[in-house]
């Protein structure tokens, strides 16, 4: 059974940066990908950046190009999430998921997280 656990959300003031990680557990990164993906209140959820497991490349949502970086450590089962310059429009709620393709999509993804939220905020 998949197991995915975000963690490292939090308060954070416009401007500022945060880490999350999803430590994952009965999956083999290198036979999926790993995506996350955000849900602020009255929106729908929407892609963030994925990473392929056979070789890594990544892939981001055209509006978190530059400012967020997806990237995993196969050995500790983790992909993590590097948001830089975080805007208030980037609150949500922030999940991991899996998928057996690359894709946008979350429909695509079959595995989930709980989530970890993420405020920006003065």
């Known amino acids: 059974q998949v197991q995915l656990m975000e963690s490292g959300g939090g308060l954070v003031q416009p401007g500022g940066s945060l880490r999350l990680s999803c430590a994952a557990s009965g999956i083999i990164f290198d036979d999926n990908t790993m995506g996350w993906f955000r849900q602020a209140p009255g929106k729908e959820r929407e892609f963030v950046a994925g990473i392929i497991g056979s070789g890594g490349s ?55 997280g709980q989530g970890t939220q993420v405020t920006v905020s003065s």
């Open 58 to 112: 990544t892939y981001y949502a055209d509006s978190m190009k530059g400012r967020f970086t997806i990237s995993k450590d196969n050995a500790k089962n983790t992909v993590y999430l590097q948001m830089n310059s975080l805007e208030p429009e980037d609150t949500a709620l922030y999940y991991c998921a899996s998928s057996a393709w690359a894709s946008r999509s979350a429909a695509d993804f079959r595995s989930w």
